[in-house]
């Protein structure tokens, strides 16, 4: 799963991560790939019952289970976002985003402008909003800049998942081992007098990573579900109704 929420709906997804059913149960933070925390959660919030405590529980989830974040605080905010990305990145190298911005004046507001899909970077000096900070760090983790298609938030969070999506790296074409797909064209049925029917079979295939197609020279039918008289490689005689062949 990808998760994103802000304030209170990023609390609950924090709370998520850390949640243990029983002692030891890590399942629902081996569930999340991605969360987005937009002035969200604190590290001052209380986790109960047999909830990991902070931060090993955020700790485990990027070093265990690959987890990676991304976080924005409001200039004059005051949810200490910094204070979970710095334990994940000491946990595992470049797990966590975070940076301050300054949208609305920095105050604990303005999460649509986030969510904006068509801010493409996230990076200070390239978006107005983002303010480079050296204590706590600007820490950009997983997320990069694609000068082709972007990287709004919902990019990112597609990118820490299947790499085949919105534009990042291509997956790998099939190669020869692929399995071959075999048709044929003609007609299905017959009816007497008319005794023969002419099917045309073709394969499609890949060579390394070119599709190809060819119309075979050479076939061999064998019949099942019904007895039959006699057949040979390329033809099947039989009784009258419906035949079942497999070329």
């Known amino acids: 799963m990808h998760v994103a929420g802000l304030s209170q709906g990023s609390y609950e997804w924090g709370e998520l991560i850390g949640f243990s ?19 969200g959660v604190s590290p001052g919030d209380n986790f109960l019952g047999y909830d990991a405590p902070f931060p090993q529980a955020y700790q485990t989830w990027v070093s265990k289970y690959g987890g990676k974040f991304f976080g924005l605080e409001g200039t004059n905010d005051s949810r200490n976002i910094w204070k979970l990305s710095q334990p994940m990145n000491s946990a595992k190298a470049n797990s966590a985003y975070f940076a301050y911005e300054n949208i609305g004046g920095g105050a604990h507001c303005c999460w649509n402008s986030m969510f904006d899909p068509s801010v493409k970077s996230w990076i200070a000096g390239q978006n107005a909003n983002v303010v480079a900070s050296t204590n706590p760090a600007t820490t950009y983790g997983s997320y990069f800049y694609s000068a082709t298609t972007g990287s709004s938030v919902f990019q990112w969070m597609i990118r820490q998942g ?47 990573a070119t599709l190809k197609s060819r119309t075979l020279s050479q076939v061999k039918w064998s019949e099942y579900g019904r007895p039959y008289q006699y057949h040979r490689h390329d033809s099947v005689c039989g009784r009258d109704g419906s035949w079942h062949l497999l070329l």
């Open 162 to 208: 299947d790499t085949s999506m919105v534009g990042s790296v291509s997956a790998p074409p099939p190669t020869s081992t692929t399995a071959p797909t075999v048709t044929f064209s003609g007609p299905v049925s017959t009816q007497l007098p008319t005794n023969t029917i002419t099917l045309y079979p073709s394969v499609t295939y890949y060579g390394g």
């Open 21 to 39: 059913a029983y002692s030891g149960d890590q399942s629902a933070m081996s569930e999340i790939k991605s969360w987005v925390d937009l002035e």
